[in-house]
Structures are given as structure tokens and as C-alpha cells.
């Protein structure tokens, strides 16, 4: 019998395939996804069981059910078993599986899953956070509450959804916050919106003020908003879902909350954080529960350009652009955020 570790066994054997024989063939094939019928809860409406290809894990999206792990993991579930058991197992499958070109699984180690970024950046990013938050509410950050007050933000949603305000421009080496030595962490002075999934912080983003405290507008080409170093892509706002039937896709993280302020009770919100920005396949199954997904982009930028990868969406996707602007502008010159939700809810 062959050596293999665990983790050469599971580089060499596609949980994929051994879900299909094992059980039976997916439902929907999205692009690092399949999706199967959890065989671990009853259920033959909504196919709950996600598998990575990527990292070769799988897991039930329902809510009551949650199963999770890995090739072991299916095998001790399914047959009831060990991990010894199940390592046995696939070792004795192996020589028939390796000979499968179509199981040589080589790329594996270039083809990184998505993950939050290093426990340094963590700490950082947590600790300059809470110096904004703090901020935020004292003296020193009274540009970021006009703002916030501008776009009509209350503190009570501004508090909830972790916003701060850094009043001056720092900047850091890379190497403090875990990051190559020739980067540089930047910091600019303003609104810091932070994008959380559980204990782990994605993303920090800045919308970025200038001396006069103001936020500044876009020129030159120059964006209004810097994502900070080693930042990683995540689903904004979905710490904050709460299991409702249709989801609200908005164009910005501070659209995003202001919706969920003002609509909270009617759908979930998210946003992927600017209309160009497209949706990592490792957060599709997150969106599969919904029965319909709203988006609201700018009117001009409503074409879903940059955001093909929602195509796999498709069916559930409704694009409702805000009658003018963003939602913000929207809400700004007096038009009821709550309503046009409702409105277009109802269609
Ligand atoms: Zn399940």
C-alpha cells in the first residue's frame, strides 16, 4: 500500500468526483462550485451542498444543517467511520484514481483559496480601527460625522457597522503589517469602512479626505476611496444578513449601509464594493439562498459590466437602478429609500 500523507491523498483524489459516484451528480456547476443536495439533512429543493474545487472542502449552506469539511470528513460522515478508516480507504482507491489525467491535481498549490489576510495584518488593521472608531465620536472627528450626517448615516448605524475616522495620513511599512518590506501600508486621512465576515477582517477601505476635511472629489484619476494594503476581496455586508428572502446588491459599502438602515427589515444588503468590482466564485453560495437579488447600480453603470460573474446568478438577478444617481444622492434630495424598496420589491 502506498505512503501518502493526507494531504498528498487529498491533492490526488477530486472530492467532486467521489460526492458524485458516492452519492449523486451535482445540480448546478458554477465556476470553483458544485452544488449538490445535502444527503446530511432532508432536502430535495435547494441543492445546500457546496464544493470548493479549489480547496477540495464542501459545505451545507442551510442554515439548520451547516455540515463541513473535507474528503475525510465526507467519508466519516457518509460510511460512518474513522479517520483511519477513511484514509484506508482512499489509499486502496489511489491506484486506480492517480492513472486519471483528469485527476492529476497539479495546480492545487498555485490555485490559492480565498482567505482573510495574516493574523500581523489582523492586528494592525484591529487596532488602527478601533483608534478611528474611537475618533470617530470625539472632537478630532467631527469631519467624518458631517459627513456621515451629509449622507444622512445615523450613529447608531454608523456605530454597527464599525465606521471610524482617521484624522491624519499615515503611512507604514509593509513589514509591520505582514506584507513584503517594499510595500507601504498607507493610511489616509478619513472615513474608514471596515468589511468583516465573522472575527476575520477582509478588507479596510478609506474614503479618502483632503486638508480642508472634506471628502475629496475624484480627479485626475485618482480614486476617492484606497483600499488598504493587503486588503482581500470580500462579500461586504454579509455580517449583517439576517436570513430574508431577497438580497439588495449596492454599488458602495456607505449605499450598502445606508439601505440597511433605512430597509434592514425588508431584504438583506450587500455590495461588492464599486460596480467594477466582480464576485469571488468562493462567495456565489452565500448569494444562492436568495430568492431574488436586487441591483442597484448607478443608471449608467447598470449594464452589470465588470460584475459577469453574477451571470451564474442569473435567474434570481433583477437589476433596479435608483431613479437618479446613487442611493445616496437619491436619499439626499429627498427621495424615500424605503419606498423605491418596496416598490420594486412588489414588481
Ligand atoms: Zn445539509
Redesign the pocket.
Known amino acids: 500500500m502506498n505512503k501518502l500523507t493526507p494531504q498528498e491523498i487529498k491533492a490526488r483524489i477530486h472530492l467532486e468526483q467521489v460526492i458524485k459516484q458516492d452519492w449523486q451528480p451535482p445540480v448546478k456547476r458554477y465556476a470553483d462550485w458544485w452544488m449538490f443536495f445535502?444527503p446530511?439533512?432532508p432536502?430535495t429543493r435547494t441543492p445546500?451542498?457546496g464544493v470548493n474545487l479549489k480547496t477540495g472542502t464542501f459545505k451545507?449552506f442551510?442554515g439548520e444543517?451547516?455540515?463541513q469539511g473535507d474528503l475525510f470528513t465526507w467519508h466519516m460522515l457518509r460510511h460512518n467511520t474513522d479517520f483511519k478508516t477513511a484514509q484506508a480507504y482512499y489509499r486502496e482507491q489511489l491506484p486506480n484514481v492517480a492513472s486519471h489525467p483528469m485527476n492529476a491535481r497539479s495546480e492545487l498549490k498555485q490555485r490559492r483559496p480565498a482567505e482573510p489576510p495574516g493574523a500581523l495584518w489582523q492586528l494592525q488593521a484591529l487596532a488602527f480601527l478601533q483608534l478611528c472608531q474611537t475618533t470617530l465620536w470625539e472632537a478630532g472627528g467631527e469631519p467624518g460625522r458631517k459627513e456621515l450626517a451629509r449622507r444622512g448615516v445615523q450613529e447608531y448605524t454608523a456605530r454597527r457597522w464599525s465606521l471610524g475616522y482617521n484624522p491624519r495620513w499615515r503611512k507604514e511599512p509593509g513589514s509591520a503589517w505582514g506584507l513584503p518590506h517594499a510595500q507601504t501600508v498607507w493610511l489616509p486621512r478619513g472615513l474608514t469602512i471596515p468589511a468583516f465576515v465573522g472575527m476575520d477582517l477582509w478588507y479596510l477601505k478609506i474614503r479618502i479626505f483632503g486638508h480642508n476635511g472634506k471628502p475629496v472629489e475624484k480627479h485626475a484619476g485618482k480614486s476617492k476611496y484606497l483600499q488598504i494594503q493587503g486588503s482581500r476581496p470580500a462579500l461586504f455586508g454579509m455580517d449583517h444578513f439576517a436570513g430574508r428572502a431577497n438580497l439588495l446588491l449596492a454599488e458602495s459599502e456607505l449605499d450598502a449601509i445606508l439601505v440597511w438602515q433605512e430597509s434592514g427589515d425588508l431584504l438583506d444588503i450587500a455590495s461588492l464594493g464599486g460596480a467594477g468590482k466582480q464576485l469571488d466564485s468562493h462567495w456565489i453560495p452565500y448569494l444562492l439562498p436568495y430568492r431574488r437579488i436586487f441591483l442597484a447600480y448607478d443608471q449608467d453603470k447598470a449594464g452589470l459590466h465588470g460584475a459577469r460573474k453574477l451571470a451564474a446568478l442569473s435567474q434570481r438577478l433583477v437589476v433596479s437602478p435608483p431613479p437618479e444617481g446613487d442611493l445616496t444622492d437619491f436619499h439626499q434630495t429627498g427621495g424615500d429609500v424605503r419606498d423605491f424598496i418596496a416598490q420594486f420589491m412588489s414588481t
Open positions: 445535502c446530511f439533512h432536502n445546500a451542498l451545507c442551510s444543517c451547516g455540515v
